[in-house]
């Protein structure tokens, strides 16, 4: 009996991670994206931090540049939602929040499992570390995590990618810094200014 419920948690984990490609598209058009694509969100060399929140939201974050802003309909772990997505790029590094409102609590955990496994396939890519993350006020969820992901951009370029994925309520939601670079220093500033709630 353990086997087969096991082999069905898989089966639900595989679903979701096979589903992951259109909404993938969506966040990551922007993230992975040539710099000229953010010309028109791109900051002077100086971090110039504000607080932001996606519209319709309770979530809360310190970008290091103005962003912009997108909306657009995706499929992610096979629900047709809507994405918002602020991104900008300082540094030469491209940050950026996105969320999107999957409707039931049951989805919650493939929608992060697909947000996830998404990132990692577009910077063709291996995850270095994946750990379960504290955001504040975030709904707790087993799928809550900050990844490190090593990879390349489309034009063949190196890249890679921090970013936790986790929820409020039915909203998922995640937060990302890629580039060739690290900046530990800010990257760190912007995940902890992370918090859900008033």
Do not use: Y
């Not at 999957?102 to 994946?130: D, F, I, K, W, Y």
């Not at 995590?145 to 890679?160: C, E, K, L, N, Y």
């Amino acid at each position: 009996m353990q086997w087969v419920v096991s082999t069905r948690q898989s089966a639900r984990k595989a679903a979701a991670l096979r589903s992951a490609a259109p909404a993938a598209q969506a966040v990551l058009t922007v993230l992975i994206a040539p710099a000229a694509a953010l010309s028109m969100a791109a900051c002077s060399p100086a971090l110039d931090w504000r607080e932001v929140r996606p519209a319709g939201t309770a979530v809360v974050a310190t970008l290091p540049c103005k962003p912009n802003v997108s909306t657009r309909t995706v499929e992610l772990a096979g629900q047709v939602v809507r994405l918002s997505l602020l991104a900008c790029k300082a540094e030469d590094l491209t940050w950026a929040l996105a969320a999107a409102d999957v409707a039931e609590p049951a989805r919650v955990g493939p929608a992060l499992l697909a947000l996830r496994e998404s990132t990692r396939a577009n910077l063709q890519g291996q995850v270095v570390e994946a750990v379960p993350a504290a955001v504040r006020g975030a709904t707790p969820h087993a799928a809550q995590a900050r990844v490190f992901v090593r990879g390349h951009r489309q034009d063949g370029t190196a890249a890679s990618a921090r970013f936790i994925v986790f929820s409020h309520g039915t909203q998922v939601f995640q937060a990302t810094v890629l580039g060739a670079r690290r900046s530990e220093s800010a990257a760190a500033t912007f995940f902890d200014s992370l918090r859900a709630g008033p």
